[in-house]
């Protein structure tokens, strides 16, 4: 049929041109074209597109962190009978004010601030302070600790508001006091505190152990946090952040091999009590429990470096053991916890078995982490110590306490902030979890992957 095509004919006909010249592996001009012009206006757009959502999401940010109180200084005049600490702050919070006895202490617990003060400001007091300490206690709540030189009364407490370049100021008065009205603060601040608790709903929610119990469950115990900041290295490094990135490196290996399940006491900045941090341990049955250290010495500054491992026992095996349990000991009264009464050894035939196969097998974890380290790192010496850990007391988890190295040698410092050596550490404290599993996983038919 002959004569003049159609529309439709006409796109018929150029659709199999098309067809034909991809087949002669040929791609049509018009494809061309339009890619081109894809590129030329739907690329641009797309790139502005993500621009502004990566400014949005800078901004969101930048205005939640801005959102905090920020404390801009601090600072403590007065005498033995008469003292003011100052906060300078860009905006009023409400604070909440506690005693401990024991030693004595004031606790200023505020809503979570920024800290914007000179490092090493509350080294110093004055007056009826000593010195004092502060940092992120808990999410949402930040807290000044003060040590005191004896007990004291909060005679005033008040906020003033910015005027003209000066700032806002939260003002608390101290008087000397007796230890009777003290001990009389001390309860009526702890009354007010569990009534605020009951209130708020903050106390911490029982952990319930994983339902599959297939695999054996780590938890990984990075020392201090928050407020804590546990030993300062030489050149200034925090224990509690060489700590929490090494417990998420050897958490993140861990998980690689598929064959456990790791939790953390604390994921971030944040302090856990001692007891906690055991109740964690026990509330989620785990399997064994690693206190991750970093510590300085009292003594032979020079000479004390290496790795150690710690296990529980009634009566330290040495001097170093000792010093360093009594410090570690200290983390609950430096964050302002009130130290529980040592529970009474129960009697229980049953229970006591229990404590010591515990016991049994921390010993047993510990020799095969200390034969793991000798070929990877350097360790100090006789490196299987023991001595009275409050955080390895759970009566039915096999627990260590791993000191990394010194802070408080500069050799050991340099290590502990090297990637290649933790990297090292990490895969030896890895290997060691292996061989203390392996019965266990060889029943299942499982081999730890290389």
Known sequence: ?????????????????????????????????????IKAIVLPTVVFVLSVFTLLEKNVAAMAETDKPVVSGARVAGDADRT?????????VEPSISGLASPYR??????????????????????????????????GKSRIVMDLTGPVSVDNTFFLPAVDAQPARLVVD???????????????????????????????DRLVPPADDDKPLIV????????????????GTLEKAIVLDFASLLKDKLDESGLYDVRLTRE????????????????????????????????????????????????????????????????D???????????????????DLARRETRSFSVYFAKILVNELK??????????????????????VPSVLVELGYLSNQHDEKLLTSEEWRERMANAVAESIHGFFRPRLARKQVTPSQ
């Open 268 to 331: 971030d900045d944040t302090f856990i009590s001692l007891k906690r941090r055991v109740e964690i341990g026990h509330e989620l049955e785990a399997d064994l429990f690693i206190s991750i250290h970093a510590d300085s010495v009292r003594r032979g500054r020079k000479f004390a470096r290496g790795a150690t491992v710690y296990t529980l026992s009634d009566k330290a095996s040495d001097q170093l053991a000792e010093d360093l349990a009594e410090s570690e000991n200290m983390s």
């Open 174 to 204: 101290l008087v000397s006091a007796t230890p009777s009205q003290f001990a009389s603060f001390v309860k009526r601040s702890r009354e007010a505190g569990q009534e605020s608790e009951k209130m708020t709903g903050t106390k911490s």
């Open 220 to 235: 990984l115990d990075p020392g201090h946090g928050g407020i804590d900041t546990g030993a300062t290295g030489v050149a």
């Open 106 to 139: 004031l606790i200023i617990d505020l809503p979570e601030v920024e800290f914007s003060i000179p490092e090493g400001a509350g080294d110093n007091g004055r007056g009826l302070v000593r010195d004092w300490r502060y940092g992120l206690f808990a999410a």
């Open 84 to 92: 003011r600490f100052v906060l300078d702050m860009d905006s009023q």
């Open 333 to 351: 009264v430096i964050a302002g916890v009130e130290l529980d009464d040592e529970p009474a050894e129960v009697t229980d035939i049953l229970l």
């Open 1 to 37: 049929m002959t004569g003049t095509k159609g529309p439709h004919s006409r796109q018929i006909a150029s659709t199999m041109a098309g067809i034909i010249e991809i087949k002669n592996g040929m791609k049509p001009q018009v494809g061309r074209t339009s890619r081109a012009l």
């Open 375 to 396: 070929s990877a790192v350097r360790l100090i010496n006789n490196p299987h110590r023991s001595a009275g850990f409050r955080v390895l007391k759970a009566h039915d």
